[in-house]
C-alpha cells in the first residue's frame, strides 16, 4: 500500500474522521488487521482561520506548502488536504511537492456524476460557497451548483466554524441545515454536496430527500484506491 500523506487540523474534528475512515477501509478492502500507511502533519488551525478571515491566502499557502514538503520527505506518495475551503490554495501545495495531491472536489465530482447526476446543491463554508476556486472545479467537470441564499449561506458558514469545528452537534442547527437542503431541492437540486468535511458530523442522510455527497469520505474512499492500486 502507498503512504498517504494528510494534511489535517482544519479542523481536527474533522481530520480525525480521515484517520478513522481510511483505516476502516483499508481494513475492509484487505481484511484481517491492515491498517493504513499514512503520515499526518496537523495544522493549528487558529492561525489558518486568521489568514482566512484577513484574506492572507498566500500566507496560509505557503503554510501549506511547507506541510506538503515536510509529508513528502516523511515518505508520502500522495497528498490529501483534508479540507474543502483550503483547496482554494490547492495550487500551492501541488507546486511545493513532486507526489501528486488528490483534490478533493475532483472525487467529490466523480462520484456525483457515477450517481448519474448533473445539477446538486453546495453546502460549505461562505468561501467554499461564494468563490469560484471550488465551484468552478465542479463546474468543469460538468456540474451545475445550486448554494443557498445569503441569510442561509451565513447560517451554514457560523455553524461549521462556532460549533461543529469545536465538537459541538446541535440539533436546531440540524433543522436549520434540513430546512436549507429542502430549499436547494426547490430550486431544482438532484443531490446535495457537504462541501465541508465538518458538515458530516451534524448532517446524515436520512435528513435529505435527495442523496448526499459527503466528501470528507468520498476523498478518503477515492485515496484508498488510489493506494492499493
Keep these: 500500500m502507498k503512504t498517504l500523506g494528510l494534511i489535517g487540523g482544519m479542523s481536527w474534528e474533522s481530520t480525525a474522521e480521515y484517520y478513522r475512515t481510511l483505516n476502516a477501509l483499508t481494513r475492509d478492502r484487505l481484511g484481517g488487521l491492515h491498517s493504513a500507511r499514512l503520515v499526518l502533519y496537523s495544522v493549528d488551525f487558529a492561525e489558518i482561520e486568521e489568514l482566512q478571515t484577513a484574506g492572507r491566502w498566500d500566507e496560509a499557502g505557503t503554510l501549506l506548502a511547507d506541510a506538503a514538503r515536510s509529508l513528502e520527505a516523511a515518505g ?3 497528498l490529501l488536504l483534508c479540507t474543502n475551503t483550503m ?27 457515477a450517481a448519474g447526476l448533473r445539477q446538486v446543491g453546495l453546502l460549505g463554508t461562505a468561501f467554499t460557497m461564494e468563490q469560484d476556486f471550488y465551484r468552478g472545479r465542479l463546474a468543469r467537470h460538468g456540474l451545475d451548483v445550486l448554494v443557498p441564499d445569503a441569510p442561509s449561506r451565513a447560517l451554514v458558514h457560523r455553524v461549521i466554524y462556532e460549533e461543529l ?13 434540513r430546512r436549507i437542503i429542502a430549499d436547494l431541492v426547490a430550486a431544482g437540486a438532484e443531490g446535495v454536496i457537504l462541501g465541508c468535511t465538518e458538515i ?13 455527497f459527503p466528501t470528507a469520505r468520498l476523498h478518503a474512499e477515492a485515496a484508498v484506491t488510489a493506494a492499493l492500486a
Excluded: M, N
Design 165 to 177: 469545528c469545536v465538537g459541538t452537534v446541535r440539533e436546531d442547527s440540524r433543522a436549520a441545515y
Design 76 to 78: 508520502a506518495d500522495l
Design 200 to 212: 458530516e458530523l451534524l448532517v446524515h442522510p436520512e435528513d435529505s430527500p435527495v442523496p448526499l
Design 87 to 113: 483547496h482554494k490554495v490547492a495550487d500551492r501545495i501541488e507546486a511545493a511537492a513532486s507526489v501528486p495531491l488528490l483534490h478533493l472536489a475532483d472525487a467529490t465530482a466523480d462520484a456525483v456524476r
